[in-house]
T-cell receptor, first 111, second 115 residues
């Protein structure tokens, strides 16, 4: 079974702090996605990373795909209350090529 | 606003009721999905439809019955549910089931409570 382990599981920080969320697996993936799910809504795609070592920036969010394409990280600079939500990494895998979600990181940014 | 629309937003039903969840997308996507999500947990895949045919059933109990009447609509028929079935049910769509790297577009879900 292919697993995507995220850490930390929960994170509560003050506005303005920086944070990093990790997504790790023993499997190699051709691409990896990050989603954010805000309370009362469905997950929304933030980014797709494809190339090993790739770094993508989305305003205050920086995403990195590991060189071996087994892991990824999400770094948020100067977190804001609007960043609060459940962050999910996801990748396709298994015999049916279905989308496998990571274990999730619940982020709360206090004003 | 999400491009995948789910109705109803909330549903409370007894264990003997029959109800249906509905999902609609007009993006021309040919793959549609049902997920179950418990609080603070990742979504769990239930069913995948590809070109209106059921392609994946993740060993879901028969009290959940999916239906894809056409390429824009996806239903989930519910019957004789158990309290542990209370969860957020998410519908999603994507351009094609097998294209790597493409996003899935999610609706905002139906919050289901079983009494």
């Amino acid at each position: 079974t292919q697993l995507l382990e995220q850490s930390p599981q929960f994170l509560s920080i003050q506005e303005g702090e920086n944070l990093t969320v990790y997504c790790n697996s023993s499997s190699v993936f051709s691409s990896l996605q990050w989603y954010r799910q805000e309370p009362g809504e469905g997950p929304v795609l933030l980014v797709t990373v494809v190339t090993g070592g790739e770094v993508k920036k989305l305003k205050r969010l920086t995403f990195q795909f590991g060189d071996a394409r087994k892991d990824s990280s999400l770094h948020i600079t100067a977190a804001q209350p609007g960043d609060t939500g459940l962050y999910l990494c996801a990748a396709r895998g298994g015999a049916t090529n279905k989308l496998i979600f990571g274990t999730g990181t619940l982020l709360a940014v206090q004003p | 606003d999400t491009e995948v629309t789910q109705t109803p937003k909330h549903l409370v039903m007894g264990m003997t009721n029959k109800k249906s969840l509905k999902c609609e997308q007009h993006m021309g996507h040919r793959a549609m999905y049902w997920y179950k999500q418990k609080a603070k947990k990742p979504p769990e895949l239930m069913f995948v439809y590809s070109y209106e045919k059921l392609s994946i059933n993740e060993s879901v109990p028969s009290r959940f019955s999916p239906e894809c009447p056409n390429s824009s609509l996806l239903n989930l028929h519910l019957h004789a549910l158990q309290p542990e079935d209370s969860a957020l049910y998410l519908c999603a769509s994507s351009q094609d089931r097998d294209l790597t790297g493409q996003p899935q577009h999610f609706g905002d879900g139906t919050r289901l409570s079983i009494l």
